[in-house]
């Protein structure tokens, strides 16, 4: 027989987590002694809750594997909210362990006590409470399960106090049987040849892909897919390294801040084949504007209610993204036309990428867009790129050119501030000895600052590109554009001396004015300092934009351009 | 459009908030919610009578299965059905008023389940309609207490809904 404690450090053993996310407290002291006594899961201690679930987050973003934070009851849960919300935005697999008040307390306003499963059902996959001790391994194995099948997504395991000091006898289950459970993986074939027809027929085809390429680590099927058809491939935030960014088909971003001829292309498709991607309003724009062209919708997707949801679908295929794409790739085996007319679509693409749309103008200070540029040459094209909220992160969407998938590491969905230095913790713990940059801004690396001194602890190496413009420049944008330069709260005075601030916390920094320092000072960072946190304060031009732009509202192919101003 | 849902769903602490949570953060109507546990105690059964469009009732149907507790869900609306809704009103019954409230619940095929010297407590059991047209047949002046259980519905014939 063993500790209730000790059956959650072996259910994450039988589960080969090596590494948990987590901060202790009054309800998880058992469960934080129980970790002490072994050596096999390691522990990373953050300085706030929310950073745990980011790390856990961003360790399964960039790894595949399932990411785990610990944290106490109360104050502790409330914390991780966020997180669990951004993680279950962009249905990432995560357990999140919590402790709770023993279960005799449940419910009496005790101290640290908040309803866990209450608090955080609206934005977990699910979530469960153990009341009973016999049923923790299970429910843990099950918490594994649902996290990491299906539409992946946080699950919640909430553990009260008392059933971690319960003695029980301990056997983990090696599979799981739900009735209420069994997500699709393959697809039907009947749609899958109905769309290989479609395709075939098409004359303006455009392959629209989301994160769930890379949930279903499907990058590989979709780069020869897309060779096979020779159509062109765009990709949401989320899809970025989907597909590789310098490949020829590849015509960028689309949406809100998409190229020119991404967003073109896809407005002016007659067939959409749309996999691993929802259609949401930051990719379509208006959707009635949307609509007015006639197309016709083939919709991969492993959630049936994605399908059909904001854009109306003619062939829905529910399953696997890469289990359908072999399917769909077998079948062209036996025999695949394009239909010739395809050759003047890319006749259109290609004048349509003439307007060269991320083109910018250099000035006298440093433009963000060229830090990314160069960030991109000295790291070889190579790094993990976790970034925060706001214009840096379009900048490093639009401007590093992601060829493989899991580089790009950031909160597309819920759209988190604060995310960009937990998530480089994450990507360290699942790739040590990575090349990690943190694109931020003043504004939002604020947000979890002070896991500068978790990095410290754990000498995780992050460079931190903090493209510095004193302004909460996405915010800036806005009121520049549609509020008559009202900037309403949008400054960001009493800023810290950024170098000091790393320094007084063992790390390296360094501020960088002029546009000829960027690039020595990005080698530097990346061979001198590699083995060293550098926080790099680039000071930018406060005045610089993101374009292309749809604004709120508008239509996919309404676009403000740079040229435009 | 008017559907009644069913849902089969473990019978587990917190089902009901995850259904109930999902269409208040999605938008939906309730309409009126029903549950209990089935002959299975392992499961539960819960009837929804939410009202939408067609495309909201798709949402509505997929985003419950999405539900990890949910097993099954079927649009009972879609096919013949019967629903029934089980009422008890509380009425005062005095003086002419007495025998006229009797009157009442034996054509609505009411049964009197609680008498007192001045009250009756009339149970009726029907579709929906019925039951409203029961509550505006009778004096309003008169009604002192309802209670609705809502609606709870069953396919009919070969349409049926197991595990």
Known sequence: MISGAEIVVRCLQEEKVDCVFGYPGGSVLHIYDALFKQDQVKHILVRHEQAAVHAADAFSRSSQKVGVALVTSGPGVTNTVTGIATAYMDSIPMVVLTGQVPSFYIGQDAFQECDTVGITRPCVK????????????????????????????????DIPKDITAQMCEFEYPKSIQMRSYNPVVKGHLGQIKKAVQILQEA??????????????????????????????????????????????????????????????????????????????????????????????????????????????????????????????????DSGFKANPEVANWWKQIDEWRGRDSLRYKQAEHIMPQYVIEKLYEVTGGDAFITSDVGQHQMFAAQYYKFDKPRRWINSGGLGTMGVGLPYGMGVLMAHPGAQVACVTGEGSIQMCIQELSTCKQYGFPIKIINLNNGMLGMVRQWQEM???????????????????????????????????????????????????????????????????MVAAGKGLTEMILAEDL | ??????????????????????????????????????????????????????????????????????????????????????????????????????????????????????????????????????????????????VRTGVCGIGRGDRILKV
Do not use: C
């Open chain 1, 126 to 157: 699910h979530n469960f409470l153990v009341k009973d001790v016999k049923d923790l391994a299970l429910t843990i194995k099950k918490a594994f399960h649902i996290a990491a099948t299906g539409r992946p997504g946080p699950v919640v395991v």
């Open chain 1, 203 to 332: 004359k303006r085809p455009i392959i629209y892909t989301g994160g769930g390429v890379i949930l279903s680590d499907a990058a590989q099927k979709l780069t020869e897919l897309a060779h096979k058809l020779n159509f062109p491939v765009t990709n949401t935030l989320m899809g970025l390294g989907g597909y590789p960014a310098t490949d020829k088909q590849f015509v960028g971003m689309l949406g809100m801040h998409g190229t020119f001829e991404a967003n073109n292309a896809m407005h002016y498709s007659d067939v959409i084949l749309a996999i691993g991607a929802r259609f949401d309003d930051r990719v379509i724009g208006n959707p009635e504007h949307f609509e007015e062209e006639k197309r016709k919708v083939i919709h991969i997707d492993i959630d049936p209610s994605s399908i059909s949801k904001r854009v109306k679908v003619d062939v829905p295929i529910v399953g696997n993204v890469n289990d359908v794409l072999e399917e769909i790739l077998k079948l062209m």
């Open chain 1, 482 to 548: 549609f509020y008559s330069k009202r900037y309403s709260q949008s400054y960001v005075t009493s800023l810290p001396d950024f170098v000091k601030l790393a320094e007084a916390y063992g790390h390296v920094g360094m501020k960088i004015e002029r546009p000829e320092d960027v690039e020595p000072a990005l080698r530097k960072a990346f061979t001198e300092h590699k083995n060293d946190l550098v926080f790099m304060d680039f000071i930018i031009d406060p005045g610089a934009n993101v374009f292309p």
């Open chain 2, 1 to 146: 459009m008017r559907h009644i849902i069913s849902i089969l769903i473990e019978n587990e602490s917190g089902a009901l908030s995850r259904v109930a949570g999902l269409f208040s953060a999605r938008g939906y109507n309730i309409e009126s919610l029903t549950v209990a546990p089935t002959e299975d105690p392992s499961l539960s059964r819960m009837t929804i009578l939410t009202w939408g469009s067609d495309e909201v009732l798709e949402q509505i149907t997929k985003q419950l299965n999405k539900l990890i507790d949910v097993v099954k869900v079927v649009d009972l609306s879609e096919a013949a059905h019967v629903e029934r809704e089980l009422m008890l009103i509380k009425v005062r019954a005095t003086g002419k008023d007495r025998e006229e409230m009797k009157r009442m619940a034996d054509i609505f095929r009411g049964r009197i389940i609680d008498v007192t010297e001045s009250t009756y407590v009339i149970e009726l059991t029907g579709a929906g309609s019925k039951l409203d047209s029961f509550i505006s047949g009778i004096d309003a002046g008169l009604i002192l207490e309802t």
